[in-house]
């Protein structure tokens, strides 16, 4: 009998979390004492960004800026696609490729409890970090499978905080100015 393995059962729940008004320099200096690439951007308990050493490079270091005067809130990858924790990693490693991210904050009631990774998945099947390259290999990003993905972050509408904001025509946009939509 042959049970999937659900994103529950691999993520990491010792989440390294950082504040909109942190500085760069200290989301660097936590990933160094933690040995990690990234750090989750909170506000509210809900992950509305994410920094990554890539956004480090690119963003501070490549532009000679200083880490220390630069904010978070500046340089972090925003909105985020976000999990559910009772997927299967299949799921999740598709997810990834045709959305093009290595990493996912689980959200669960619209709170973050953990990260999953490409290389949590591939400790755990190997095989299945080989299926997402092939997939996202073969497939054109999927815009339809990327407009039904859950992000969290701020409404383009509204600016209120929201661990559930859906695509529509292109921009992020909370429940309430959604429904404001469907009655215009």
Known sequence: MSK????KEAMKTNIAIVKLDSTVLEAAKL??????GNVI??????????????????????????AK????????STPIIVIDPYVSLEEAMKTMGKCNVRRLPVCENHEL???????????????????????????VR???HYQKQIFSGKCEDCG??????????????????????EYE
Do not use: F
């Not at 005067?69 to 500046?74: P, S």
């Not at 099947?125 to 073969?138: A, C, F, G, Q």
């Open 4 to 7: 999937e393995v659900i994103v």
């Open 113 to 139: 409890i953990g990260i999953i990774t490409q290389r949590d998945i591939s400790m755990i099947s190997p095989v299945l970090h080989e299926i997402s390259r092939e997939w996202y290999d073969i497939t």
């Open 31 to 36: 990933m160094k004492k933690r040995k990690i």
């Open 41 to 66: 951007v909170v506000e509210k308990k809900q992950p509305i960004g994410i920094i990554t050493e890539s956004d480090i490079l690119k963003k501070v270091v490549a532009e000679g800026k200083d």
């Open 69 to 76: 005067n630069i904010l978070v809130k500046d340089v972090m």
């Open 142 to 144: 999927d815009e339809t």
């Open 160 to 181: 209120i905080l929201s661990a559930n904001l859906k695509n529509i025509d292109g921009r992020l946009l909370c429940d309430d100015c959604v429904d404001a939509l």
